[in-house]
């Protein structure tokens, strides 16, 4: 997990309150990447980053917005939270995406978000 | 819609065997396959990276990619008890998708 960090690591919320995760990163990468994992859907991507202020939606979006204001942070919000949403949340970063390049699409990931929300 | 699909196991092996991975996917035009473990409770991490057909050996772990047959397999030799853990095949063509991962058990 070095040069990633996430926080909090472990937060239990109600359902309707809003909740926001941080991924701070010191590598400089260009990409953050949110995903969630659940069990018999491995990981899916809520949202990625491709550079300050520039965001993207992912497989699984809905409920779920994001802000990246410098390089090196990366936030989630749930505005409203559901129980749906209850999972684990895993912040990565990748250098580069492009093409079949040695390195492109290597994830870091960092050490994961368990919410719960009642 | 782009799968991958990966046999959730658990797949038992004795200490000192081969264990085998499998991962199929289904978009024809995937150019990237990642082998990342995951131990119970942790962050997936990357072991493996292929993008030609063929073997790619790094130590212990050997992955093998088919593009005709758009399978990717892993290969541990000299399975360790410290090799238990869940084993995610990821594949991205314009996107990466993630297999939800087989569970490796090795047993002493």
């Known amino acids: 997990d070095a040069g990633i960090t996430q926080s909090p690591r472990h937060k239990v919320t109600e359902t309707g309150t809003p909740v926001t995760l941080r991924c701070h990163q010191t590598e400089n990468h260009r990409y953050m990447y949110w995903y969630r994992q659940d069990p018999g859907h491995g990981l899916r991507l809520i949202h990625y980053s491709y550079g300050v202020k520039d965001t993207d939606k992912g497989e699984v979006s809905d409920g779920y917005s994001v802000s990246r204001s410098k390089t090196e942070d990366f936030l989630l919000t749930l505005e409203s939270a559901t129980s749906s949403q209850t999972s684990v949340y895993f912040c990565a970063i990748s250098e580069s995406t492009s093409g079949g390049a040695a390195g492109a699409n290597v994830l870091t990931f960092g050490a994961g978000s368990r919410l719960t929300v009642l | ?108």
């Open chain 2, 1 to 108: 819609q782009k799968e991958v699909e990966q046999n959730s196991g658990p797949l038992s092996v004795p200490e000192g065997a081969i264990a085998s991975l499998n991962c199929t996917y289904s978009d024809r035009v995937s150019q990237s396959f990642f082998w990342y473990r995951q131990y119970s409770g942790k962050s997936p991490e990357l072991i493996m990276s292929i993008y030609s057909n063929g073997d790619k050996e790094d130590g212990r772990f050997t992955a093998q990619l088919n593009k005709a047959s758009q399978y990717v397999s892993l290969l541990i030799r000299d399975s360790q008890p410290s090799d238990s853990a869940t084993y995610l095949c990821a594949v991205k063509s314009d996107k990466l998708i993630f297999g939800t991962g087989t569970r490796l058990q090795v047993f002493p």
